[in-house]
């Protein structure tokens, strides 16, 4: 039986495909989810999952992690100076305010972690709205960045060994101090750059 992560691809495929690459070393690792984050074909979470599987827990996580954070972020600036005028011209206003762009307007750091901390959100769709919507570059890379870390963490954890996931409530545990710190920190850098801007004005 196979386990489709897709329309075009199932998840044994896209583990067949990444091992007759093996020779690319990390490579391939890093540019699977950098070259998805414009596609958004396959989920982030299912890269990841056989990037740990084949390359092991760090260089699975950290290639997964890089390529995905650097993907997201050129995805963004290359349509908040394109793509999004030409697709904002396709949404009516008034669907803009009662979709997730409206959402992303009057946010800040903290909601954009905590929705990229969830580990199968729909982040090339969360990519397109925000490249139209008013939210600082700031919060909104710094969110992602943060809460794909803590999304990763969980899958490479999980996805190493789920059995040993379970029985070990301790590596829970500090996946959700791992949130709540990074939580913590992005809360901070956001009322600082609140202030100065309420300064600046």
Not at 55 to 64: D, N, P, R, S
Not at 113 to 126: G, H, K
Request: hydrophobic share 50%; proline share 4%; charged share 15%.
């Amino acid at each position: 039986m196979k386990l489709h992560i897709g329309e075009w691809i199932s998840f044994h495929q896209l583990q067949h495909f990444v091992r007759i690459h093996e020779n690319l070393g990390v490579l391939i690792a890093f540019l699977i989810p950098f070259v998805d984050s414009f596609l958004g074909i396959i989920p982030l979470g299912a890269i990841c999952a056989t990037n740990v599987n084949i390359f092991g827990f760090w260089t699975g996580f950290l290639a997964t992690y890089v390529g995905s954070v650097l993907g997201t972020t050129g995805m963004y600036f290359l349509l908040k100076k394109t793509g999004a005028r030409w697709i904002d011209s396709f949404i009516p206003q008034k669907k803009k305010e009662n979709t997730s762009m409206g959402w992303l307007n009057n946010s800040g750091f903290g909601p954009v972690f905590l929705w990229f901390c969830i580990p199968f959100c729909p982040s090339f769709i969360t990519n397109i709205f925000a490249s139209m919507s008013k939210i600082r570059p700031i919060f909104y890379i710094s969110g992602f960045t943060m809460g794909k870390l803590v999304a990763l963490l969980l899958i490479s954890f999980i996805g190493q060994d789920l059995d040993d996931f379970i029985e070990e409530p301790m590596e829970t545990i500090l996946v959700l101090l791992a949130i709540l710190i990074l939580w913590f920190v992005g809360k901070k850098v956001e009322k600082k750059f609140m202030t100065q801007r309420a300064n600046n004005e």
